[in-house]
Nanobody
Framework: QVQPVESGGGSVQAGGSLRLSCATS??????MGWFRQAPGKEREGVAA????????NYADFVKGRFTISRDNAKNTVYLQMNDLKPEDTAMYCC??????????????????WGQGTQVTVSV
């Protein structure tokens, strides 16, 4: 079962923190990433990690605020989000690339997607 399952969304005030989790039952995946989509906007890559090498990519708009990490024993990836801003409000989805390769923050690189978890940041 490759399908990722997210948890950890919620509502916070600006400046607050949230941690998202993404678990998959498959251990040998190429990429695990986080994407987000706000109402009326296109989906955008937030952060991604290659479980085998630990290589990490971040979108510029989250550098210094968000941290992606992995627990390979649990096939789980985490997204620690600090100093949240109202513009971070979106549906956050975890994605997995299994037997598929491509740029880490490009959605076409992924072939399995979670249902998403809502993150809402108020002023």
């Amino acid at each position: 079962q490759v399908q990722p399952v997210e948890s950890g969304g919620g509502s916070v005030q600006a400046g607050g923190s949230l941690r998202l989790s993404c678990a998959t039952s498959r251990s040998s995946v190429n990429l695990m990433g986080w994407f987000r989509q706000a109402p009326g906007k296109e989906r955008e890559g937030v952060a991604a990690i290659r479980p085998d090498t630990g290589r990490i990519n971040y979108a510029d708009f989250v550098k210094g605020r968000f941290t992606i990490s992995r627990d390979n024993a649990k096939n789980t990836v985490y997204l620690q989000m600090n100093d949240l801003k109202p513009e971070d409000t979106a549906m956050y989805c975890c994605a997995v690339a299994f037997l598929r390769w491509g740029p880490a923050l490009d959605e076409v690189s992924y072939n399995y997607w979670g249902q998403g978890t809502q993150v809402t940041v108020s002023v």
